[in-house]
């Protein structure tokens, strides 16, 4: 089995368990922080690559360093990837388990576009309304865009909700024009 392939079967299998058990959410927000750890990280990267530390090492020196930041469930997939010697292939199981996600609609991503950062608690109350109003978990990205006066922008999908001073001066143009 070719190699993409191989990270393509393994992600959609992963998937499988982490939508049985209710984690989809949670799970692939965790593992893209894996990846990118991966590579960002060159010890990580080494360790996971390397024939020279044996597996149950490798997940010794996993588990002190991510803690409780893992869930079993996590660190099985991570164990499993070692054993079959798919260390390399975290990025592109990442990826595919993200892809997955989209086709069976496992989450939406809602997109919040600011003048400033938003205070955690302020993103916290917003992304709590959109799922209450949707019914649905969100996968939430934080964007700040300087060149907004003021007011925030929302994309989920292919809508857009622009609260923005622009947009109402704009509104309010064509109102007395």
Avoid: C, W
């Avoid at 993409?4 to 079967?9: E, L, S, V």
């Avoid at 984690?23 to 390397?50: G, M, P, Q």
């Avoid at 054993?83 to 919040?112: F, H, I």
């Avoid at 917003?126 to 925030?152: E, F, K």
């Amino acid at each position: 089995m070719a190699t993409g392939a191989k990270a393509r079967h393994f992600a959609r299998a992963v998937f499988s368990v982490a939508a049985k058990l209710g984690e989809v959410d949670d799970f692939l927000d965790r593992f893209e922080l894996l990846s990118l750890t991966f590579r960002e990280n060159k010890a990580f990267r080494h360790l996971l690559i390397t024939h020279r530390i044996p597996i149950e090492r490798k997940m010794e020196v996993l588990h002190s360093a991510f803690g409780k930041a893992l869930t079993n469930l996590e660190l099985e997939v991570l164990r499993l990837l070692l054993v079959q010697n798919m260390g390399l292939q975290l990025p592109a199981v990442t990826r595919y388990l993200v892809q997955e996600a989209r086709a069976k609609d496992a989450r939406l991503e809602l997109t919040v576009y600011s003048p400033q950062p938003l205070a955690v608690q302020e993103l916290k109350s917003l992304t709590d309304r959109v799922q209450a109003d949707l019914g649905r978990s969100l996968r939430v990205m934080d964007i700040t865009d300087p060149g907004l006066l003021g007011g925030i922008k929302l994309r989920l999908g292919n809508a857009l909700v622009d609260g923005t001073v622009a947009r109402r001066l704009e509104l309010l143009r064509e109102e007395l024009v």
